[in-house]
Antibody, heavy 116, light 115 residues
């Protein structure tokens, strides 16, 4: 069973940085493409970033390009999202998820709040 | 114009069927793409329902009842999630998802009310 556990969410000031982590278990993480998806309070789902199993291909949503960096460590079964230059519009629950390379699953999410 | 457009809300009666649509922007041919469908209940992460490209290329989520099914309406250029035998527990938000041009795209979501 796919298990994904996000961590690292916090209250941060505008312009600040944060690093999210996602710990994976229950499946062969190194074989799976991974995503970050966010959901602002009361809003719909917004895809943020995608990284292939070998990190050879990475995509970002236009809204985060140049500010966010996705990475993974297959030896540690972990996915990361480095977020810089945060604004109020980045306030959301951030989920890690996999859906296009075999097993499917989402974590419970971690809350990022950007406010002064 | 958004890549994927979903009606914001839909109501249906228990036991009836509900057809949730996800319309692709003009110029993007639905026949070419796989469409994913998710269910999200309040306070919970989205749950994978199914992926549908064609009748010969589809995948049901583990444990997802067969009363959830996918299809396409090529004349309307839309993906469809059909839920038959509606139950009160089906009341939730439903999102479509597709890969397009170097990005994954969610539809805006449809709030399904069962009453």
């Amino acid at each position: 069973e796919v298990q994904l556990v996000e961590s690292g969410g916090d209250l941060v000031q505008p312009g600040g940085s944060l690093r999210l982590s996602c710990a994976a278990s229950g499946f062969t993480f190194s074989n799976c493409n991974m995503n970050w998806v966010r959901q602002a309070p009361g809003k719909g789902l917004e895809w943020v970033s995608y990284i292939t199993s070998s990190s050879s291909t990475i995509y970002y949503a236009d809204s985060v390009t140049g500010r966010f960096t996705v990475s993974r460590d297959n030896a540690k079964n972990s996915l990361y999202l480095q977020m810089n230059s945060l604004t109020a519009e980045d306030t959301a629950v951030y989920y890690c998820a996999t859906w296009d390379s075999g097993p499917t699953g989402w974590g419970q999410g971690t809350l990022v709040s950007v406010s002064s | 114009q958004a890549v994927l457009t979903q009606p914001s809300s839909l109501s249906a009666s228990p036991g009836a069927s509900a057809s949730l649509t996800c319309t692709l922007r003009s110029g993007i041919n639905v026949a070419t793409y796989s469409m994913y469908w998710y269910q999200q209940r309040p306070g919970s992460p989205p749950q994978y329902l199914l992926r549908y490209k064609s009748d010969s290329d589809k995948r049901q989520g583990s444990g997802v009842p067969s009363r959830f099914s996918g299809s396409k309406d090529t004349s309307a250029n839309a993906g469809i999630l059909l839920i038959s035998g509606l139950q009160s527990e089906d009341e939730a938000d439903y999102y479509c998802l597709m890969y397009y041009s170097g990005a994954w795209v969610f539809g805006g979501g449809t709030k399904l009310t069962v009453l």
